[in-house]
């Protein structure tokens, strides 16, 4: 068990390209979160998984981010049209269902994005 | 609209001088509150899960505790190694997300 692992780590981009972050969960767990964090802020949720159905998404979350998990398993985040506001870092965190659980979410390390 | 406020923002404190963190929650239904701690450039990690008031659960010179309207993390004789930042998080009724305060920030000073 290597933990939730997020690629890339780093990614700068100019404003206006598209960027794809990619989250490989727990291999056990069949949530999935999305989180974006800015500096001196707590993470802000952006959307759900459970298995493949994404169950949730936040209102506040523009039409130009969207994310998937087509088999149930990894699941890739997407913005497209960047826009200097979506620096940040972007965390994953999953979860088992709540059998033996104590609910904790369990977070990658993160995909910092930067937008020239 | 439930919210999570944590205070103060930012701690500073002596090697071994225990002090309290404040997280204060307004949710229409609790189904847990979540301790995290982060360091710089890092995602969060777990600490602790409390679910109902009068709840307490200890780790280290880390001790949580629950109320209806609040949770205290105290730390006891800290060291150098505790600074990072402490977030809070809830579970509410009705929804998946879990809702995470601004954190505060810990520095403990040799």
């Known amino acids: 068990d290597t933990g939730v692992s997020q690629n890339p780590r780093h990614k700068i981009t100019k404003r206006g390209q598209n960027v794809t972050f990619r989250c490989d969960p727990i291999s056990e767990h069949n949530r999935l979160y999305w989180y974006r964090q800015t500096l001196g802020q707590g993470p802000e949720f952006l959307t759900y998984?459970?298995?493949?159905?994404?169950?949730?998404k936040s209102r506040l979350l523009s039409d130009r981010f969207s994310a998937e998990r087509p088999k149930g398993s990894f699941s890739t985040l997407e913005i497209q049209r960047t826009e200097q506001g979506d620096s940040a870092m972007y965390l994953c965190?999953?979860?088992?269902?709540?059998?033996?659980?104590?609910?904790?979410?369990?977070f990658g390390e993160g995909s910092r994005l930067t937008v020239l | 609209e439930d919210q999570v406020t944590q205070s103060p923002e930012a701690l500073r404190l002596q090697e071994g001088e225990s002090s309290s963190l404040n997280c204060s929650y307004t949710v229409s239904g609790l189904r847990g509150l979540f301790w995290y701690r982060q360091d710089p450039g890092k995602g969060p990690e777990f600490l602790f899960t409390l679910y109902s008031a009068g709840e307490e659960k200890e780790k280290e010179r880390l001790k949580a505790t629950l109320t209806k309207k609040e949770s205290f993390l105290h730390i006891t004789a800290p060291k150098p190694e505790d600074s990072a930042t402490y977030l809070c998080a809830v579970r509410t009724s009705g929804t998946y997300k879990y809702i995470f305060g601004t954190g505060t920030r810990l520095k403990v000073l040799a």
């Open positions: 998984f459970q298995n493949e159905a994404q169950l949730e």
């Open positions: 965190a999953s979860r088992p269902g709540t059998s033996g659980s104590a609910g904790e979410l369990f």
